[in-house]
């Protein structure tokens, strides 16, 4: 059955670098998504991508955060000059493109660590 | 703006007894899709089941059911027969229908269930 993956699984970062987590949806999907989710905490929509560009984000999504469609395998989100509150799970997410398909379909996640 | 509420942080159910999770939602789309995950202690998260809002059937996959009562706006998961490896976080999650451009999960704040044997 075809699945999201996501790497790293665990990434430790320091505090003011940049992280790049990596994402490869499922093939036919069109939409692509990030979530994060801070330790014992609901989960949170970050961003959607679909067509080559966010075709939606929360507020969340500011400046420090940027996503990338690379080639046509991988989904990428930067976070630049990371801070404490950044660590969390982040997860990818990817759905079909037709209207009635409303399921997105989860990695297992990139817990993110920042010291 | 959506809302999704989970009021039960935490339930316990004995092996092979039935559970209900309890989720009501708000919003102001008049179509739209609620969903439930599970996310075991391993982290991933799973999709179990969705309903949309204009579906005339209540959802069921397997031994997962959703008790849907759009006068109400609830969408209670129910378990039948619980296993032990049921024994996770389950989350609650809405979005509007795709006709609007909006694809974005809402998630309720969980419940926490515990399968005893």
């Known amino acids: 059955e075809p699945e999201v993956t996501q790497t790293p699984s665990h990434q430790v970062t320091q505090m003011g670098q940049e992280v790049i987590l990596r994402c490869v949806p499922i093939?036919?999907?069109?939409?692509f998504y990030w979530y994060r989710q801070i330790l014992g905490q609901k989960v949170e929509f970050l961003v959607s991508?679909?067509?080559?560009?966010?075709?939606?984000k929360s507020e969340i999504f500011d400046d420090q955060f940027s996503v990338e469609r690379p080639d046509g395998s991988n989904f990428t989100l930067k976070i630049r000059s990371t801070k404490l509150e950044d660590s969390a799970m982040y997860f990818c997410?990817?759905?079909?493109?037709?209207?009635?398909?409303?399921?997105?379909?989860f990695g297992p996640g990139t817990r993110l660590t920042v010291t | 703006a959506q809302k999704i509420t989970q009021t039960q942080p935490g339930m316990f159910v004995q092996e092979k007894e039935a559970v209900t999770l309890d989720c009501t939602y708000d919003?102001?789309?008049?179509?739209?899709?609620l969903f439930w995950y599970k996310q075991p202690s391993s982290g991933e998260m799973i999709f179990l089941i969705y309903?949309?809002?204009?579906?005339?059937q209540n959802a069921t996959e397997g031994r997962y059911s959703l008790n849907f009562q759009k006068a109400r706006k609830s969408a209670n998961l129910v378990i039948s027969a619980s296993q032990l490896g049921d024994s996770a976080m389950y989350f609650c999650?809405?979005?509007?229908?795709?006709?609007?451009?909006?694809?974005?999960?809402?998630f309720g704040s969980g419940t926490r269930l515990q399968v005893q044997p």
């Open positions: 991508f679909y067509n080559n560009e966010i075709s939606e």
């Open positions: 309903q949309g809002s204009y579906d005339q």
């Open positions: 919003t102001s789309d008049p179509s739209y899709g």
């Open positions: 997410a990817s759905s079909e493109g037709s209207s009635s398909s409303y399921e997105q379909y």
């Open positions: 999650a809405m979005r509007s229908s795709p006709d609007t451009g909006r694809r974005a999960l809402t």
């Open positions: 093939s036919n999907h069109l939409y």
